[in-house]
């Protein structure tokens, strides 16, 4: 499959995508689970496809999203979409996105920026090992934006006091 350069999203785009999947972390944390909020937004960058919030340690909601996107969309359309993520994906959930076939990811903030609210927490053992490293691995050029200037201390703070719990 022939591969194309992917479109990037506007300053102004980015942080409306963002802030609406912090909207989908809170609601994820309100249902008891891990504030993690993604969205696949459409080659337009502005048509939000879908969003998802974290189910569990293993239902991440990039790899969650991710699959249910290859079941509904071909992967030459995916291409041309964009993973809008609070968070650095972890490597699970970048190889997801990478085989769904997900042509853009960005994230507000970076994995370390997680480790730093989590630390040891047994809920959320991070691994640390950047998206951009097991992209860089693969054979397919997925473009990668974050963390997001000027957004990380709004989506950290909806983790705050979570992981303190």
């Not at 912090?22 to 048509?47: I, K, N, Q, S």
């Not at 699970?92 to 989590?118: N, Q, R």
């Amino acid at each position: 499959m022939a591969q194309t350069q992917h479109p990037g999203l506007t300053p102004d785009q980015l942080q409306r995508h963002l802030l609406r999947a912090d909207g989908v972390a809170r609601r994820a944390m309100a249902m008891g689970r891990h504030p993690f909020g993604a969205l696949l937004v459409a080659p337009d960058g502005e048509t939000v496809l879908a969003e998802q919030g974290n189910i569990d340690t293993v239902h991440h909601a990039e790899a969650t999203l991710a699959r249910t996107a290859s079941l509904n969309y071909p992967a030459s359309f995916l291409w041309g979409c964009t993973l809008v993520t609070t968070f650095e994906p972890c490597a699970m959930c970048t190889g997801t996105i990478y085989w769904a076939h997900i042509g853009h990811i960005v994230y507000g903030a970076s994995e370390e920026a997680l480790l730093a609210l989590t630390g040891n927490h047994p809920d959320n053992p991070t691994l640390s090992l950047p998206c951009r490293e097991v992209v860089a691995r693969g054979q397919k050029p997925l473009r990668i934006t974050g963390p997001v200037p000027g957004l990380e201390a709004t989506l950290v703070e909806t983790h705050r006091h979570f992981w303190q719990r």
